[in-house]
Every structure is written in structure tokens, then in C-alpha cells.
């Protein structure tokens, strides 16, 4: 499959009364009701298209405020119970769980119920789906939502998150265009933009423009920490000569590092479930990383120049795109 094979939103946003009419969800399943599979149900709530939303959980604390948010409408006792009747079964949970997750639902699942997730890499997900739901293929839809934050769990849930930005589907070829057309008329719902994709186009992709930051967040904020003992790195301020580098850190190394903020057992997940793709990017920027540096030994003002304006165009350009 090519890059975006198919822009799936022309001509097609949510129309009045009508269309919204034949999408709606009798029944939700959340499997995993925190930031994304929240603001899934939210939105879908926002835009009177749910009618009842049945939460599964790992935490108890997370469901009951989920339940107090008014996320979910019900905290599901068992999966049997949850998945009867269900229309749609959204997984949003770390990818490491979604082979025994599927493994879980999969005995569970009626015939016209489509399964549908928002892990961050879709071809270890698909590797799980074509183990554990290979009887229910024509109604599974992979997806992945390119937006979200660096908090976690319901209580960060947001109707508005996936407004005006990206989703990828990255359908099989045994899922059916009924499945595909009603996740993608879902997405649209929340405000999204629908564009399919290949699998491994994908996690190359978001390889380079969310795994890696990531890893480079995380990395730069670990560096920092371990590098100095921790009564230096952040002295208190009643100390006469306050030397500590985080003390002077300031807004550029806090967007920086914003996302270093995120859940080490989600990026633990995505990390490895592409690291091939992501380890060609980190050497790839390793070997850019070097050349800066031996442009820094040469003094070579020239060199670096252009490659500070060449980063700065490309920023320039993909804001301009995307405002
Ligand atoms: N955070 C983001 O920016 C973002 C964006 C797009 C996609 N995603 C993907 O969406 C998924 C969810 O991410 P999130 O940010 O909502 O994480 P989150 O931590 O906010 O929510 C995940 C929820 O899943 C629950 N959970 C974990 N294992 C479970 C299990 N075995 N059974 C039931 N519940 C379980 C956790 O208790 C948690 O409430 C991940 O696959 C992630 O890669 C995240
Ligand atoms: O805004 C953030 O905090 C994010 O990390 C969101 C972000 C990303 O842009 O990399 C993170 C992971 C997802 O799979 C999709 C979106």
C-alpha cells in the first residue's frame, strides 16, 4: 500500500441529522479508559452518538473516576456481560497488552461487532489481531490517533483532543469497507482526519516524527538527572549560589522536554514494538548528531548555519501546512 493511499475525508465530513442517524453506537466497549480511549468516549458523547458506554479496566481508582466523570456509564463486572451487544470494542491500552487482550475478547465477541484500536504502531498489532482474532478479521479496523498529551488516565480525558488532527487506519485486506466506512465515520465525529495507510508505512513514519522524539525526551532529561547528584541538579533556593541546572532551565528546554513527561509503560511498549524502525532513526541521528559536532571542532560557522536555517525552513514549512 502506498503512503496515503486514499484521502478519506472528501466530500465526506459528518453531515446534519441524517448520516449522524446511522452511525450510532448502542453499546461502546472502552478497553482501557484513560487519556485516549476517554477522550474516544467523550467525544463520541459530545457528538450524541453513543448511548451507553461500558468501561473494562486495569485500575479500580481509574475506573471509578472515569464512572464519576461521567466517561463511562458503566464499570463492565466481566467481559462476557461487557461484550454482548456491543457494537464497537475500542482497545486503548499500552500495546504490550493487546495480544492478551484480543486472546481475552476474542471468544466473547458477536458476529457484528467491530473491533477497533489506538495503539501507536500497528503492525505488531496486527501480528496480535491475526493470532487472537483470526476469526473476526473482516471487522477489525487498526487505527492510531496522532494526538494526545503527555498525561494519562480518564481524569485527563478531553471531547476536543482529537479535533482537527490526524487518524490513521491501516486496514487489513480482510477488513470489511462496512467496518472500515464506520470507524472512519467515528474519527470524523470526534473532528478527526481519516487517511489510510500501510502498516509498516506507518511505523516507519511515526518512527521518525513521534518514536524519536520521544526516545531523544527522555533520553535528554535522563542525561541531565544522572549526570549530576540529585541535591545539585535541583538546590534549593535558599542556597546562596544556587548552581544547579535545572534551576536555570527555562521555556526551551521545558518544550523540549514536555514530552519526557509522558507514560514510561506506553513508550516502553511503542519502543519496542518498533525498534527496528527506530533504531535506523536513532543511528541515522546519531550520524547527524556527529557531523554538528565535528562542524563544532572545525569552527565551521558555515556548515552549522545551514544546518540550523535547513531545520528552521522545515519547521517553517510544516507549521505553514498544518495551521
Ligand atoms: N498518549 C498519547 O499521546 C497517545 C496518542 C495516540 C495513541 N496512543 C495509544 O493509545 C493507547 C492508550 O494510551 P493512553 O495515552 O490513553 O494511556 P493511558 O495510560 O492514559 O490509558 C491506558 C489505560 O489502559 C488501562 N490498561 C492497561 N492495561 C490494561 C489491561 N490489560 N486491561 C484493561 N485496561 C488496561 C490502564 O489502567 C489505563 O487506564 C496506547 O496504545 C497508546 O500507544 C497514545
Ligand atoms: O502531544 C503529545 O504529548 C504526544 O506525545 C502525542 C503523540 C505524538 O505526537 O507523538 C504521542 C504518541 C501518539 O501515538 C500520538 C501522538
Redo the contacts with the bound molecule.
Sequence with gaps: MSHVTWDINRGMNLPKDAKVANIVINKLVI???????GSFALALRKAHLAKHIAG????RQ?MHRALKLGVIDEIAGDLPSALKDADIVFL????G?TG??MAQISPHLEPGTIVTD???TKRDVIAAARTHLAEHLENFVPG??????EQ???G?ANADLFRGKNVVLTPLEETSSEAKKRVTELWQACGARVSLMGAPQHDKVLASVSHLPHVLAFTLMNHISTEHRPEDLLPPDNLPLPNGPLRFAGTGFRDFTRIAG??PE?WRD?CLANREALSRQIDAFQRELADVREMLVREDAEALEKVFANAREARRQWLKSIT
Design positions: 478497553v482501557g479508559v484513560g487519556l485516549i480511549g473494562v479496566g486495569r485500575s481509574n486503548a491500552i499500552p500495546v497488552q492478551e487482550i489506538a495503539g501507536s492510531h490517533p496522532v494526538a494526545g498529551a494519562s488516565g480518564a485527563a509522558s507514560s506506553m511503542i
